[in-house]
T-cell receptor, first 113, second 111 residues
Framework: KAGVTQTPRYLIKTRGQQVTLSCSPI?????VSWYQQTPGQGLQFLFE???????NKGNFPGRFSGRQFSNSRSEMNVSTLELGDSALYLC????????????FGPGTRLLVL | TQLLEQSPQFLSIQEGENLTVYCNSS?????LQWYRQEPGEGPVLLVT?????EVKKLKRLTFQFGDARKDSSLHITAAQPGDTGLYLC???????????FGSGTRLSIRP
């Protein structure tokens, strides 16, 4: 089985722009969760999607949003980018939810200038 | 807010040495996961511990869950350069509504 894939792998944006990141889960996995990893804050949970619905949410501002499609693929959007949004954004998938083993993708490294 | 504290933050040792890293909290966990993350990749699950006092072994890695389920340790015997990476502990919070990760231990093994 192919693993979790994320595109693009690297991205450079400027402050004020918006960005959309994509995640394709492992085939058959219906839960997709997103995480932000920075040197200062570590790995933090953003949100989880299941069956096209946001089921759980971390403590991030509304500028961070996402969606999930009927094929379980997910996108994450960050609007009005700030310098502090520079990070590695990881997505993970599992069969049914956060209580199961999470399979992580390689991440998208976002640099905001 | 439930926090997971990991120590040490950084560890650099010689190949062949033993080491232990720790994950602690003031809260009781229902379960705890250990992940390893290598540069340029996402974290990979190593083990899940569920029962207080539980010990699990994965080749040269030994994971222990504290009796009170508030802490966990990872012991590596005869470390090898391939063990290099960021070791993260994690747990589900508030009835699996989200996952919390520790700050991580960055391990470097010198040949």
């Amino acid at each position: 089985k192919a693993g979790v894939t994320q595109t693009p792998r690297y991205l450079i944006k400027t402050r004020g722009q918006q960005v959309t990141l994509s995640c394709s889960p492992i085939s058959g996995h219906r839960s997709v969760s997103w995480y932000q990893q920075t040197p200062g804050q570590g790995l933090q949970f953003l949100f989880e999607y299941f069956s096209e619905t946001q089921r759980n949410k971390g403590n991030f501002p509304g500028r961070f949003s996402g969606r999930q499609f009927s094929n379980s693929r997910s996108e994450m959007n960050v609007s009005t980018l700030e310098l502090g949004d520079s990070a590695l954004y990881l997505c993970a998938s599992s069969l049914q939810g956060l209580e199961e083993t999470q399979y992580f993708g390689p991440g998208t490294r976002l640099l905001v200038l | 807010t439930q926090l997971l504290e990991q120590s040490p933050q950084f560890l650099s040792i010689q190949e062949g040495e033993n080491l232990t890293v720790y994950c602690n909290s003031s809260s009781v966990f229902s379960s705890l996961q250990w992940y390893r993350q290598e540069p340029g990749e996402g974290p990979v699950l190593l083990v899940t511990v569920v029962t207080g006092g539980e010990v699990k072994k994965l080749k040269r890695l030994t994971f222990q869950f504290g009796d009170a389920r508030k802490d966990s340790s990872l012991h590596i015997t005869a470390a090898q350069p391939g063990d290099t990476g960021l070791y993260l502990c994690a747990t589900q919070y508030s009835s699996a509504s989200k996952i919390i990760f520790g700050s991580g231990t960055r391990l470097s093994i010198r040949p």
